[in-house]
Nanobody, 125 residues
Framework: EVQLVESGGGLVQAGGSLRLSCAAS????????IGWFRQAPGKEREGVSC????????YYADSVKGRFTISSDNAKNTVYLQMNSLEPEDTAVYYC??????????????????WGQGTQVTVSS
């Protein structure tokens, strides 16, 4: 019933840009926290950015501040992650996650109930 579908990943050169999309269905999108997480091979999943759709508040991991921008279009039930100045260390599978509210750490993956399948981002040097 609840569905999150990521798109927009691909292969880019260092310094390039990508825009990821997370299309949501099956729940009240504008009431939820939407987060972007990423997982590189052999590493744990880490939080990248989150947005509260109810008030528009955004959050960023230190590693992406100034480079990534999260935004939401509630009319389209879609959250975007604009990624600029990409570096090889940004290479990972990027996942969209959602929950009604996250009271604790917004970048802890286990605090989210709903997940998409992920989209691969590869940054070459």
């Amino acid at each position: 019933e609840v569905q999150l579908v990521e798109s927009g990943g691909g292969l880019v050169q260092a310094g390039g840009s990508l825009r990821l999309s997370c299309a949501a269905s099956g729940f009240s999108f504008d009431d939820y926290i939407i987060g972007w997480f990423r997982q590189a091979p052999g590493k744990e999943r880490e939080g990248v950015s989150c947005i509260s759709n109810s008030d528009g508040t955004t959050y960023y991991a230190d590693s992406v501040k100034g480079r990534f921008t999260i935004s939401s279009d509630n009319a389209k039930n879609t959250v975007y992650l604009q990624m600029n100045s990409l570096e090889p260390e940004d290479t990972a599978v990027y996942y969209c996650a959602a929950d009604l509210w996250v009271a604790g750490d917004l970048f802890t993956s286990t605090n989210y109930d709903y997940w998409g399948q992920g989209t691969q981002v590869t940054v070459s040097s």
